[in-house]
Structures are given as C-alpha cells and as structure tokens.
C-alpha cells in the first residue's frame, strides 16, 4: 500500500474509499503524535468528497474536493497533492467516465513510483512486471487470476475498479459486470451503478435479450427517478 501522508500507525480505513486511496489520508493513532490540522482537514473533506462523486452529488464533490486540496497544498508537496488526485480518478473509474487522470499528470514528475504505476493502470496502459508489483494487493490479485479473482476483492471500490480496467482490457465477461453492479447497488453509489447498469442493458439488447434488457432498464428508472412515481 502507498504509504500515507504523515507518519504514524494507522486508524481505520475511509469507509468508502478503496484501500490504496484510503490510506493516502489515515492520521496518526491517538497514542502517537498529534495529527496536524492540515492532515485531519484534508481527510474528512476528501471523505465528504469520495461520498458525494459516488453518489452523485456534483456540487457537493466538486465543493469538498477543492477543501482537501486547499488544505493538502498548505503542506507544499505535490507527491501528497497527486495522491490526493488519484482517489478522485479511482472514483471517476469505477463510474466508467472516460480513462484518464488529468489532474494527475502534472504532478506525476514528483509522485512516488506506486503512484505513477497506479494512474497508469487506472488509464488502462500496459504496465511492466515491476510497475504491476506496486499496485494495492486487491489489483495486483485481479490482475494475477483475471475476472475470477474479482468477487474476492473485499473493498467495494477496489472491486469496481478492478472491474472497470478489466472492461477497458476487453476482459470483462457478463459475470464482471454482475459483479460490478451489484457492489454498486448494495452501497447505494448512484453514479457507478448508472453506468454499470446502463452498459448491462446495453449488451442485453445486443444479444437480443429483451427481458433482460428491460429488467435493466426498470433498475435504470428507478435510480434515474429517486425513489419518484412513475409517470
């Protein structure tokens, strides 16, 4: 894992982040030194961030995502800021928006190794054997055992990235996309469960199945509508 922004044991992970970005933002433990108000800051506004681009919140992300980087920037390290960026597109990529981490690249030159290698494989590029052992351990299984290892992913967001680079490989058979929409679905992430259900629906009408297709479709509405009658 990537180590984390400031020295010290751990605390628990972001509940909704993915392992490897949730490490980037832990404080330090209670026992150890005081966490700097920079470090807490920047954690409960990137949490707030993470929840609100995945449930499809854009005001609220777009106001939280600015707060953590305004606070990380105090520090005057672009390796921390990078980090930063990367939860965000590991979000972006687990709602299947378009490869890519522009935010990143202009601060890749100070980013660590496992950094670098993580932002490549979010956009999907070829890594080499040494990049792909910097990866979190929940990639480097998916990469390793393919769409069989994925429903062992414990982390939810872990599992739809792994997913979402399986699909930009071509690998991504109907049962990847099961699993995917079904994490999405049972943590209530709105955004990534629109995209994985829409791209399902897709396929289903493609092969002719039009029960499926329309099965999809009535999950689709309801996310679409929240919870609103039908008309």
């Not at 990537?2 to 026992?31: D, F, K, M, V």
């Not at 409960?44 to 449930?55: F, N, V, Y």
């Amino acid at each position: 894992m990537p180590r984390r922004l400031a020295a010290g044991p751990g605390r628990a992970a972001l509940a909704l982040a993915a392992a490897w970005a949730a490490a980037a933002l832990l404080p330090a433990c209670s026992s150890g030194p005081r966490v700097p108000d920079w470090q807490m800051n920047a954690q409960g506004a990137a949490q707030k961030a993470l929840e609100a681009q995945l449930s499809g919140n854009p005001r609220v992300e777009r106001l939280e995502w600015d707060r953590a980087r305004a606070e990380v920037a105090r520090t005057g390290r672009p390796d921390l800021m990078a980090r930063l960026e990367l939860m965000r597109c590991a979000a972006q990529a687990a709602s299947l928006e378009p490869p890519g981490c522009d935010r990143f690249e202009p601060l890749r030159a100070d980013a660590a190794a496992s950094e670098q290698a993580y932002a490549d494989y979010l956009a999907g590029r070829p890594l080499a054997p040494e990049q792909a052992a910097l990866l979190p351990q929940a990639q480097r299984k998916v990469i390793a055992a393919g769409s069989a290892a994925l429903p062992s992913v414990e982390d939810p967001l872990s599992r739809l990235v792994a997913a979402a680079v399986l699909l930009q490989a071509g690998r991504a058979t109907p049962e990847v996309l099961s699993v995917a929409t079904e994490t999405a679905s049972a943590q209530g992430w709105r955004r990534p469960l629109m995209a994985w259900l829409t791209l399902q629906a897709r396929r289903a009408e493609a092969a002719g199945d039009a029960p499926g297709a329309a099965a999809l479709r009535r999950r689709l509405d309801l996310v679409e509508q929240g919870g609103a009658p039908s008309r």
